[in-house]
């Protein structure tokens, strides 16, 4: 069975604080892995898609990252606009699994300005 | 990205009742889930709805408590039966497009049942 743990649980930065929140997962076969955002009494806003090891894509502040046993999202001088939870999702290749994406239980940001 | 948008968007219902969930997309997808997202924790896919045949459900989630309908490629809809408090949650529909793996998710459905 798939498993994905993210930590911390919750992160408090300052503006401008850079820091990194790990995804750490097993899976059978990766297809992808992938990022999302999510702001409070909103559905998951979709970041990224990482497929292979080694891989990495960048938007805006956030850069994530991929190994062969983890995913880290790397978020650079951060402004209060980044607070939000951040959640991480696999994706096996299993066929009878489909697109089932497994989550793991999401990064709390929070950026005081 | 597809829009996707859900009705309604929250609701506060009595123990005992049900509530139907839509899921409208503005273009074709190839496939449509439904996700659960209790308060405070992550999300928890219920059933992949399929377009023409009864929806494939995960583990703990069974039919007669979430009947689910795909009547084509743009629409889906979720019911929540019988409804009691543990049934308070988020509940979020996500597509994924042509020829993609990645899973686009819409505002959610609040639900509050007292």
């Known amino acids: 069975e798939d498993q994905v743990t993210q930590s911390p649980e919750a992160l408090r930065l300052q503006e401008g604080e850079s820091s990194s929140l790990n995804c750490s997962y097993t899976v059978s076969g990766l297809r992808g892995l992938f990022w999302y955002r999510q702001d409070p009494g909103k559905g998951p806003e979709f970041l990224f898609t990482l497929y292979s090891a080694g891989e990495e894509k960048e938007k805006e502040r956030l850069k994530a990252t991929l190994t062969k046993k983890e995913s880290f999202l790397h978020i650079t001088a951060p402004k209060p606009e980044d607070s939000a939870t951040y959640l991480c999702a696999v994706q096996g290749f299993i066929k009878a699994a489909g697109n089932k994406l497994t989550f793991g239980g999401g990064t709390r940001v929070l950026v005081k300005p | 990205s597809a829009v996707i948008s859900q009705k309604p968007s929250r609701d506060i219902c009595q123990r005992g009742t049900s509530l139907t969930i839509q899921c409208q997309v503005d273009?074709?997808?190839?496939?449509m889930f439904w996700y659960r997202q209790q308060p405070g924790q992550s999300l928890t896919l219920i059933a992949t709805?399929?377009?023409?045949?009864?929806?494939?459900?995960e583990s703990g989630f069974v039919i007669d408590k979430f009947p689910i309908s795909r009547p084509n490629l743009t629409f889906s809809t979720l019911t929540v039966s019988n409804m009691s408090p543990e049934d308070s949650s988020i509940y979020l529909c996500?597509?994924?497009?042509?020829?993609?793996?990645?899973?686009?998710f819409g505002p959610g459905t609040r639900l509050t049942v007292t």
């Open positions: 709805a399929n377009q023409g045949s009864e929806a494939t459900y």
């Open positions: 996500s597509v994924v497009g042509q020829g993609s793996y990645e899973q686009y």
């Open positions: 273009s074709q997808v190839t496939m």
